[in-house]
């Protein structure tokens, strides 16, 4: 059992029969135990119908999942000690307080300690005394991490388990989960924001339109990551010094603009910007689509 | 390495912030602890607290307040003389072979006052609650929390259903309490302890029925406006093909009376002749069926489609 894989999917597609639009096409990929693993994708590419297959919530049109070396289908039950769950968008009873939710879901479970659970949310900062009710959308996600983790699972699966939560309480939680991957437990996390994902994973796969495009080390997603950055100067720019750096992919300059998409490391570029007086700088991360249109080609966006 | 899988008697740490996380060992499925049942159908059984005592009470009160003006009502007894007079009184109850001199008893007025629409009246309990136990759960979100600890669906879907089916006997015994204190109390009214017992008794094998078939609606359809609505259906339109089926000679409504839900009802008989155990407890079977059904079809459908 040690030797399995933490998670291996194969040949996984979902087709929704009233829409028949398929949500998962062919989709292959194995996980290996005690890695934190990143599932990216944009909204809607299909990273959330992996995860409810997963968790048995909904039945695959083919292929197969083992998580722990169990069929995830047919031994969902016995999957599930093992599993801790975190749902894209948490809901809760509304009408119970947080320690009453925790207390219902540790029944759940067999020999849960419940102190634990007391000790997460504490270190998350979440008030279990308040009605859900109550609860805004970032105390609802603390409270949907602390019953992920409360039982100790050895398999994590968090669906954007970071939205809403405020960056103090997001470095805990990562803080939490290199516990748990140190502990020998396996992170299997979707997000569509890339520098969280590079934060903290491991390996990353990157989803699109239900189709698996790549699977990468963080190594190799940081080479290919790339980054837009604009400098606002009073000084005359000339296209040709930038395009000469490297990584620079496409030079933009209007009246006291300059913008550069840039590929790879950026500190050829703040050592080339020092050289000028900047008024103004900014570094934004590109979004996921932008990545997939300049990795995958426009065809695939 | 902590094996979180065993009770642990050791006495719990303190609060520590930094504390890292201990994770338990995968052992073989046998050795796995099983759950506790029962969380979720004393979840359910307090989320129905209010209702329980509030539609015990309505209807205990309307019982008390009935049995309060049958010696008044006795006297004139109009409402009797009115629909019998317009040969109405049968066919309302679709007690085709009820003397009508019984609608003048204090069993008769029961029957035509309320027990004779109780499953209609249950009906408007029974469907919004089985409807809350599962579509409500679902569109909420929170069936994904559940279903994604090692609880199996079967038994998601059972403790919901007991929770339901408890709430309702809890209903009918504060009605049977009610009935039994008022009639003993009440001079005028000449009824025995069993009569009560029998007639709530009587009420329970319908409202299975269409608690089952309402649970089967909900797992098998998307939208709970129309489970409740089919289901709602399914009661009304069973009582009135009865209605209509004591009104006409017609063969069709002859074969229909049969597999009528309401032929299964016979509120005044219950009252005054007892129940018809094995007939009762058939119903109850039957809808067990369905329900057996009800939980087929939740095994096998996708969740939050």
């Known amino acids: 059992m040690s030797n399995v894989n933490a998670i291996e999917i194969s040949n996984l597609s979902k087709t929704y029969p009233r829409t028949t639009q398929t949500a998962l096409s062919d989709l292959s990929l194995t996980v290996e135990r005690g890695e934190i693993f990143g599932y990216l994708g944009p909204n809607g590419a299909g990273k959330s119908t992996t995860i409810r297959i997963m968790l048995d919530l909904i039945r695959p049109t083919s292929g197969k999942v083992l998580l ?21 968008e948490i809901r809760l009873w509304e009408h119970l307080n947080g320690r009453q939710i925790l207390h219902y879901l540790a029944g759940l479970r067999p020999n849960v300690d419940l102190n634990d659970a007391y000790q997460m949310a504490e270190r998350l900062q979440l008030n279990l005394s308040l009605k859900a009710g109550n609860y805004s959308t970032g105390n609802k996600r603390k409270l949907g991490i602390v019953q992920a983790m409360m039982h100790h699972p050895p398999l994590l699966i968090l669906d954007e388990p970071t939205t809403g939560l405020d960056p103090l309480v997001r470095q805990t939680f990562h803080e939490m989960l290199m516990e748990a991957r140190d502990a020998g437990a396996t992170v299997f996390l979707s997000s569509h924001v890339l520098s969280e994902v590079q934060a903290i994973c491991d390996r990353v796969a990157i989803l699109r ?45 209007t009246s006291g603009c300059l913008r550069l998409h ?39 966006a | 390495m902590t094996d979180l899988w065993t009770e642990r008697d050791e006495p719990q740490p303190e609060l520590q912030a930094d504390r ?35 539609w015990g009470s309505v209807f205990s009160l309307l019982l008390a307040a009935l049995a309060l003006i049958f010696p008044y009502q006795q006297e004139s007894n109009t409402l009797v003389n009115i629909l019998s007079g317009l040969g109405l009184l049968e066919r309302l109850t679709g007690a085709r072979e009820i003397d009508i001199a019984a609608f003048s008893t204090f069993e008769g007025y029961l029957a035509l006052q309320v027990l004779g629409w109780a499953p ?28 994604t600890t090692p609880l199996p669906r079967w038994r998601f879907l ?27 109390a009440i001079a005028e009214i000449d009824f025995a302890i069993w009569q009560p017992m029998n007639s709530m008794w009587h009420i329970f094998p319908i409202s299975m029925i269409i608690l089952a078939f309402t649970l089967f609606l909900c797992v098998t359809l998307r939208q709970p406006r129309t489970a409740g609505g089919l289901a709602a259906l399914f009661v009304l339109g069973n009582y009135f093909i009865r209605a209509i089926s004591d009104m006409t000679d ?25 129940v018809n155990l094995a007939r009762d407890l058939g119903v109850v079977a039957f809808a067990g069926l369905i329900f057996l059904l009800a939980v087929v079809q939740f095994q096998r459908r996708d969740i939050g489609v």
């Open chain 1, 68 to 88: 722990m070396g169990r069929d995830a289908q047919r031994e969902s039950v016995h999957v599930k000690h093992f599993i801790g769950n975190l749902p894209g």
């Open chain 1, 209 to 253: 339109a239900g189709t698996l495009q790549t699977v990468q080390s963080i190594e190799a997603l940081s080479h290919a990551r790339s980054h837009i950055v604009t400098i606002y100067t009073r000084d005359a720019l000339l296209a040709e010094r930038w395009e000469r750096i490297d990584g620079v992919k496409e030079v933009n300059i």
């Open chain 1, 262 to 300: 840039v590929m790879g490391a950026i500190d050829a570029v703040i050592k080339q910007a020092a050289t000028i007086t900047i008024d103004d700088m900014t570094i934004e991360e590109p979004r996921l689509e932008t990545l997939f249109m300049t990795y995958y080609g426009d065809k695939q």
């Open chain 2, 20 to 54: 890292p996380i201990n994770l338990p060992s995968i052992t073989t499925t046998f050795l796995l602890p099983k759950t506790r049942p029962g969380r979720i159908f004393w979840r359910a059984l307090r989320d129905n607290a209010m209702g329980i005592v509030i």
């Open chain 2, 120 to 147: 209609i009246i249950f009906s408007a309990y029974l469907i919004p609650q089985a409807i809350n136990a599962v579509m409500a759960e679902e569109r909420d979100g929170t069936l994904d929390l559940l279903l």
């Open chain 2, 158 to 184: 059972t403790e919901k259903a007991l929770a339901i089916v408890v709430s309702l006997m809890c209903i009918l015994f504060m009605m049977m309490v009610t009935l039994i204190i008022v009639t003993q």
């Open chain 2, 250 to 274: 017609l063969p069709i409504f002859n074969i229909l009376r049969h597999i009528n839900l309401f032929e299964y009802y016979a509120s005044v008989a219950a009252l005054t002749e007892g």
